[in-house]
């Protein structure tokens, strides 16, 4: 029989195992996920192409997540995607606030800006999936005095130094870094008039106040269907599948040129692993969707169709990283702090 002292013993304890059982249920990791909108941060203005993405991608990933769930995008512009990829960072790990990001901020600004940025782009974050890739595209002023690829390229080519200004989405993105290899390409030498998104650089250029750009496709394909800027060849190794008609810069008088951008999916670092998996394994079944993947393919992204788990992100990120690094190398691209 339990004696009288340890029958009094096991009825004082009784509040404190159900304190620290209530305490174990309010931890993050134990209550439904998500319990709140979850925030869909971009480093850029509405219009340009990683808020396309991230517009296109917050619906269906709420949608993935439950019947109750909200995906709310939110833009944080400044300093190529660097200003909000340093906030995302100390941000509450409990997956509510998550990140669409691309090339300028997690590739090309770790390389070009003078002293490194403020957060490691690989080690300070979690990651959730990739999500597609996006050619870059040459467009065109359609005042511009030339039209076929070829032409275009020759009158760059053989311009007098500073004869042509293009217009970009900022100083340090990835249409400026574009540019300036297919100025050491072509042996010119153009003026950079840098804007603050994608929208914004289209239409300076429709406006004239800039003659020419590489935008990122996903930003321009509205504008060169709707014939506001004329696009003249992609960047990527291959033709791209929405635009058959528009040829390679390659393939149009540049070997070799190959320049992709992309946009991935990332958290703040320490996320608990099933909230890691629960956000990947909601954004893979949502880019396993035929309408989402068309709406991608029309906005100029193509949606990510290999393995694609937190690991594969990892490593495909570390990959880019160190590809652009080499890419800032050589075009000699700095930006300050």
Same mark, same amino acid.
């Given at each position: ?24 249920? +309010? =931890? ?21 192409? =990683? ?5 296109? +991608? ?16 939110? !833009?944080?512009?400044?300093?190529? #995607? ?31 800006? /003078? ?19 996006? $050619?870059?595209?040459? @467009? /065109? &002023? !359609? ?25 970009? *989405?900022?100083?340090?993105?990835? $249409? ?5 290899? +297919? ?43 709707? #014939? ?7 960047? #990527?190794?291959?033709?791209?599948? *929405? ?5 390679? %810069?390659?393939?149009?008088? /540049? ?5 992709? =951008?992309? !946009?991935?999916? %990332?958290? $703040? ?10 956000? !990947? ?5 949502? %880019? ?19 393995? &694609? ?7 495909? %990120? ?8 080499? @890419?800032?190398?050589?075009?000699? /691209?700095? +930006?300050?702090?």
């Amino acid at each position: 029989m339990q004696s009288a002292a340890a029958h009094r013993k096991e009825t004082s304890m009784r509040p404190l195992l159900a304190l620290a059982l209530g305490l174990i249920l +309010l =931890t993050p990791a134990a209550r439904a996920f998500p319990d709140r909108p979850i925030t869909l941060a971009t480093g850029y203005a509405p219009g340009g192409s =990683t808020d396309i993405a991230a517009r296109l +991608l917050a619906e269906r990933l709420a949608a993935q997540l439950g019947p109750q769930a909200r995906v709310v995008v939110e !833009n944080r512009p400044g300093a190529s #995607g660097t200003v909000a990829s340093d906030w995302l960072r100390r941000q509450p790990a409990d997956g509510h606030t998550i990140m669409l990001v691309e090339s300028s901020s997690h590739a090309i600004a770790p390389s070009a800006v /003078v002293g490194g940025t403020r957060y490691d782009p690989v080690k300070d974050f979690s990651h959730l999936g990739v999500i597609g890739l996006a $050619p870059l595209v040459l @467009v /065109v &002023n !359609n005042d511009f005095p030339a039209r076929t690829a070829p032409e275009v390229l020759a009158r760059l080519r053989g311009a007098p130094a500073d004869a042509f200004t293009y217009a970009t *989405s900022g100083v340090g993105s990835i $249409p400026h870094l574009a540019v300036e290899m +297919l100025a050491l390409d072509l042996g010119a030498r153009f003026v950079h008039v840098p804007y603050r998104s994608g929208g914004q650089m289209l239409t300076a250029i429709f406006q004239g106040q800039g003659q020419f750009g590489i935008a990122v496709l996903a930003s321009a394909a509205q504008q060169v269907r709707d #014939g506001m800027v004329r696009g003249i060849a992609v960047t #990527g190794e291959r033709r791209f599948p *929405s635009f058959p008609d528009l040829p390679t %810069l390659s393939e149009s008088g /540049v070997k070799g040129y190959d320049l992709t =951008t992309w !946009n991935i999916l %990332l958290g $703040p670092p320490g996320l608990p692993d099933g909230i890691q998996a629960a956000l !990947n394994r909601a954004l893979v079944a949502a %880019l396993a969707e035929p309408a989402l993947r068309e709406r991608l393919l029309t906005a100029g992204v193509e949606a990510w169709d290999r393995p &694609n788990g937190p690991a594969e992100a990892r490593a495909f %990120l570390e990959r880019e990283v160190e590809k652009f690094r080499m @890419v800032v190398q050589r075009t000699g /691209v700095k +930006l300050e702090p």
